[in-house]
């Protein structure tokens, strides 16, 4: 059941229906049936019977094939994306993926936090027929991936621990004080290098894209050591932190800054 939120002296009965509905469905990691819905939202199911259907019609609901339960579809993830912040990051970062791309002879995808999880907002596929692509939208949880972890190095305190809490109120066993260790390795070096949370042989790469020394994303490599390659892990960083840096500079200062 969504968290009771402070009174306020304006209320939308309608809207506030729709809006925990669309809350409950965008952090379920499945269909919801009218009766799961019902509950999870606190409502009769025939409070909300009417506003399933009004969110299917205007395409932000869809019904699973078979058994009828609703999920979320990418309509609100197209509406974010023309944000101007998130519209601009990917309008800055798509050249500097394509030549790292190029480059390294991996792919690449870039990250934005939501709420407890990362996803995906482009990615750049590599000249070659061999890598791993991560599609756009794909979600996990922040803790688990390392694109998270460089997400949560790259904050101040007070905005670390505000994700802290949102994390530990889906993930009861978090163990902050080991995610803070961590974190604090990743910080120091100024990228994060993990074994992949998902695929076996792949490494995942990571470095924060800053604004004003916060990351407001954050570009991955899933690498994947190949024999007729000559590009190495220590190469892919390399290439990779540069192009972080670069992306950087765009967005603090519409141009890349001349470095001797």
Wanted: overall charge positive; glycine content about 4%.
């Amino acid at each position: 059941m969504p968290k009771p939120t402070p009174a306020s002296k304006y209320r939308a009965p309608a809207l506030d229906k729709g809006l925990d509905i669309l809350e409950l469905l965008a952090s379920a990691r499945k269909p919801l049936s009218i009766v799961e819905i019902s509950e999870g939202v606190g409502r009769s199911r025939g409070e909300i019977f009417r506003m399933l259907q009004v969110l299917e019609e205007r395409d932000y609901l869809a019904r699973a094939e078979g058994d009828g339960s609703y999920c979320i579809t990418p309509r609100l993830f197209r509406l974010a994306m023309e944000q101007p912040p998130v519209k601009s990051a990917i309008e800055a970062a798509l050249p500097v993926m394509h030549r790292l791309a190029e480059t390294t002879e991996q792919a690449c995808h870039l990250v934005v936090p939501s709420r407890d999880q990362i996803v995906v907002i482009a990615r750049a596929d590599p000249p070659g027929e061999i890598a791993l692509v991560v599609r756009i939208g794909h979600r996990r949880p922040m803790s688990q991936a390392t694109s998270g972890h460089v997400l949560l190095a790259f904050q101040d305190e007070q905005m670390r621990e505000h994700w802290f809490d949102i994390i530990a109120s889906q993930e009861a066993d978090l163990d902050r004080r080991k995610l803070t260790r961590q974190l604090a390795q990743v910080r120091s070096q100024g990228y994060a290098c993990a074994r992949s949370h998902v695929v076996d042989a792949v490494t995942d790469i990571s470095a924060p894209v800053l604004h004003h020394g916060r990351a407001v994303c954050a570009l991955t490599v899933p690498f994947i050591e190949q024999r007729a390659s000559s590009q190495t892990r220590q190469r892919t960083i390399e290439a990779l932190c540069r192009a972080t840096t670069e992306i950087s500079d765009i967005l603090q200062y519409g141009t890349v800054t001349q470095r001797r």
